[in-house]
């Protein structure tokens, strides 16, 4: 088992930054495919970001550019450094973990290809 803990939301004006934390523990973070996933009301889940064990990332179209995903292997934390916010931006965030091996990395995109997930911390941005 892995156990996932988000923080670092809050309310933010358009234009600022947050940077989210994932604490994890239970199994070997390092060895971890680690994601960002959205969903904000009435929508479907989006993913954000990935980064996988090897530390290649992955970012969803509408956050490239503004979003940075990092992991600290030794704190096992996984971070989503977020810049330039919009309203749009407004969502619950989700850690998501996951220790299966994909060659295609279309599947670090897929909410379904990960096992633990985060009970998720909300981000407000206000225009």
């Known amino acids: 088992q892995e156990q996932l803990v988000e923080s670092g939301g809050g309310l933010v004006q358009a234009g600022g930054s947050l940077r989210l934390s994932c604490a994890a523990s239970?199994?070997?973070?390092?060895?971890?495919?680690m994601a960002w996933f959205r969903q904000a009301p009435g929508k479907e889940r989006e993913f954000v970001a990935a980064?996988?064990?090897?530390?290649?990332?992955y970012y969803g179209d509408s956050v490239k550019g503004r979003f940075s995903i990092s992991r600290d292997n030794v704190k096992e934390i996984l971070y989503l450094q977020m810049n330039s916010l919009k309203p749009e931006d407004t969502a619950a965030y989700y850690c998501?973990?996951?220790?299966?091996?994909?060659?295609?990395?279309?599947?670090?995109?897929?909410?379904?290809?990960?096992?633990?997930w985060g009970q998720g911390t909300q981000v407000t941005v206000s225009s």
């Open positions: 980064i996988a064990s090897g530390s290649d990332t």
């Open positions: 239970g199994r070997t973070f390092s060895l971890a495919r």
């Open positions: 998501a973990g996951d220790f299966r091996r994909y060659a295609d990395s279309t599947y670090y995109l897929a909410a379904s290809t990960y096992d633990y």
